[in-house]
């Protein structure tokens, strides 16, 4: 009966570690998202648009920085799946060892 019960507990820790990962993550992307915004809106203020030079370097910092965001944005997305999907594994197991025992 302790096996089951130590388990449980080892379960227990490793969710709430991951539970409390995830908000940590969750945090510093809202952080450097709002880091993002700020600075991008300081560019758009300081940048004279009737300066061909600033706009050939806004619009190349632009085409720099897009795909980079939008991978980045990709990566997170699959490991939250891939997170969702352990997490779930280790629920459905819990659950049938609950079951059997």
């Known amino acids: 009966m302790t096996v089951p019960d130590s388990q449980s507990r080892v379960r227990q820790t490793a969710l709430v570690a991951i539970e409390r990962q995830e908000r ?3 945090l510093a992307i809202a952080a450097a998202g709002v880091i993002e915004v700020v600075l991008i809106g300081a560019i758009l203020l300081s940048i004279d648009f009737s300066n061909p030079v600033h706009k050939l370097i806004l619009l190349a910092t632009l085409l720099t920085y897009l795909p980079l965001a ?3 944005m990709a990566l997170g997305s699959l490991n939250s799946r ?3 999907s352990i997490l779930l594994a280790i629920q459905m197991a ?3 060892r609950g079951q059997q025992g």
């Open 24 to 26: 940590y993550t969750r």
């Open 70 to 72: 939008l991978g980045m």
């Open 82 to 84: 891939h997170t969702r």
């Open 94 to 96: 819990s659950n049938e």
